[in-house]
């Protein structure tokens, strides 16, 4: 008896726990453009989450050079164009980046369209959102928010505060648009004909923070600026409040209604909530000092939560169980920072760019490094975008006061999928990365990329310079490579390093990789742990 009663506990726990963890589906929106990347976070519960596969590789099919930087975008519409702002804020008025573009998913620019005016040019760096109608929102440092029309006419614009960069907009299933009111951080409900709704605000306003939307379409969920999450009916009236320290920009939403965030108090913690605000977990992330958390979390089918923190991406399951920590860099050089939100693709690789001009990462859903991309300074302030397929489109750039940005406009797709006609082009630049993982044992993996055809050679040194290792030696068309070199303990560690020759045998201790691709010479350290 006993033991039935036990098997029976046993099924329902795993019954819920399947249930929890894989009921993660594309919530229907139809006020909402039914395209690929329709808005920032890609959906009205900003999980983050395509529906489609990305590049498993940092193949960079094509680039376009966009001198005012890009903050804002790109988003996607219906017929696959893209949607991105200007970055640039110069003290030239006539000249001052107040740019907004569409382009083609090839890389060629359907309109640039100027806002503003000859006293007043300011950036539109808020998200972007398109609906049901192909009109495309977004709101500027000019004071206002806009809607465009597809060909980059002005539908109608609301005048606003000068809305600052991190806020996205949102829509309801009735079409209206939600936005914060710059420094005043007043919540706006804007009518699809541009006019206001109603505006409202609690406790110390909502500056820098993000509506997000229930999946019933009833309820908005918002940070306040320095503390509490706050649920509020869409007549603007408050429907509940979560007390807590400051928070990120936003929370995420899955299926079941259950917020997910990370705040700054202590202990910091990963907390969920039920729909009625009350608690349905909490996960203590760091016991003592709060790390600043400026990003926003993402979420894959199967219900497991992704994060950034300082240099660390971190996973942990539906119920609040730790999955995995993946510490971007071995040293502090090394080490990286988030602030954009967080996305991931169908299988919950996430993607994610360095506010530090760094790298651009693809981490597995298990916690495992699959690509990291070279930025040269190039800066990521929000979210990539992906294609149906399965292109994501980086939008980069550098200071606020940086004019004459090249190849900042990026798509990087497998070349091997299904129906890509396009060739690779040239990368940004010749690069030799650091082999990850390192130190290693038995083998590591090494990147590098060239930007036209050239003999690449990439060997392995001992520290006397003697050639141990032959793990390239052949002429290579521009785009971006990996080279696995590999030892083994057995018999003295005499083993062929990614089926090329090797000439004696491995011991513990350091090791010299360099490349060498027509003028191009780079030489990096590996270190082999026994």
């Not at 080490?335 to 530090?356: A, H, K, M, R």
């Not at 006609?421 to 290693?440: G, S, W």
């Amino acid at each position: 008896m006993y033991r039935i009663i036990y098997f029976v506990l046993i099924v329902i726990l795993v019954s819920t726990n399947i249930y929890t963890q894989i009921k993660q589906e594309l919530i229907p929106w139809p006020t909402l453009s039914n395209s690929a990347w329709p808005m920032i976070k890609h959906d009205p519960q900003f999980t983050g989450r395509s529906p489609y596969k990305g590049p498993q590789t940092p193949t960079i099919v094509w680039t376009a050079d966009l001198p005012h930087g890009i903050f804002s975008g790109p988003v996607l519409d219906i017929y696959q164009n893209l949607y991105f702002g200007s970055y640039y804020q110069g003290f030239n008025r006539q000249t001052g980046a107040d740019h907004f573009f569409s382009y083609t998913t090839d890389g060629m620019m359907n309109w640039d369209v100027r806002l503003g005016s000859d006293t007043l040019r300011r950036p539109p760096q808020t998200g972007i959102l398109i609906d049901s109608s192909n009109t495309i929102y977004f709101g500027s440092l000019d004071g206002y928010f806009y809607a465009l029309n597809m060909d980059g006419s002005v539908k109608w614009k609301y005048q606003t505060e000068p809305m600052v960069e991190v806020v996205m907009p949102n829509i309801d299933l009735e079409g209206n648009l939600y936005i914060i009111n710059g420094k005043s951080g007043e919540l706006l409900s804007i009518h699809p004909d541009g006019t206001l709704n109603w505006k409202v605000t609690y406790g110390d306003g909502f500056i820098e923070k993000s509506p997000v939307f229930s999946p019933d379409g009833k309820t908005i969920y918002i940070f306040g600026k320095l503390s509490n999450l706050y649920a509020i009916n869409l007549d603007g009236s408050l429907k509940w409040q979560f007390n807590c320290g400051k928070a990120s920009i936003a929370p995420i939403v899955d299926n079941n209604g259950n917020l997910y965030f990370v705040t700054e108090d202590v202990p910091q913690c990963l907390i969920s909530l039920k729909p009625d605000g009350a608690i349905r977990w909490r996960t203590i992330i760091v016991s003592s000092t709060p790390i600043p958390y400026n990003s926003a979390p993402t979420i894959d089918n199967f219900g497991n939560i992704y994060l950034a923190l300082g240099s660390a991406i971190l996973s942990y399951d539906n119920n609040g169980n730790k999955r995995w920590w993946h510490i971007i860099g071995t040293n502090e050089s090394e080490y990286d920072d988030f602030w954009q939100p967080l996305i991931c693709d169908n299988e919950g690789t996430v993607y994610v760019g360095s506010t530090f001009g760094k790298n651009y990462y693809a981490i597995s859903s298990e916690g495992k490094l699959k690509w990291q991309l070279p930025f040269n300074d190039y800066q990521v302030d929000n979210t990539g975008a992906i294609g149906e397929d399965g292109t994501l489109y980086i939008g980069v750039h550098k200071s606020s006061l940086w004019d004459g940005a090249e190849k900042n406009l990026i798509a990087i797709r497998d070349t091997g999928a299904v129906g890509v006609e396009k060739e690779v082009i040239a990368p940004l630049d010749f690069r030799l990365m650091q082999n990850y993982p390192n130190p290693f044992n038995p083998s590591t993996t090494i990147n590098y990329q060239i930007p036209s055809n050239s003999f690449v050679t990439l060997k392995v040194y001992d520290v006397l310079g003697n050639e141990v290792a032959t793990l390239v030696n052949e002429w290579k068309e521009p785009g971006s490579y990996n080279a696995q070199f590999t030892t083994s303990s057995a018999r003295g560690g005499k083993q062929l390093a990614s089926g090329m020759s090797s000439k004696g045998g491995y011991t513990s201790g350091v090791y010299f990789y360099t490349l060498t691709a027509g003028k191009f010479t780079d030489t990096k350290k590996l270190i082999l742990l026994k």
